[in-house]
């Protein structure tokens, strides 16, 4: 029987898939989470300097 996507994985899995990806740095994801959004939702522009 399939899980529901409202189940969350078993911790067991949880643990295994954070030890997977331990090397990823938080710059490295916020990079990768700024292109996703780029790609759906396109560039953000930029604001004008004041100066």
Known sequence: MA???SQVAPA???SRMRARY???TGPMLKNVAKQI???LWGAAEEA???N
Do not use: C
Request: cysteine-free.
């Open 3 to 5: 899980r529901s996507s």
């Open 12 to 14: 067991s899995s949880f």
């Open 22 to 24: 331990m090397h990823v």
């Open 37 to 39: 959004g780029d790609a």
């Open 48 to 50: 004008p300097d004041p």
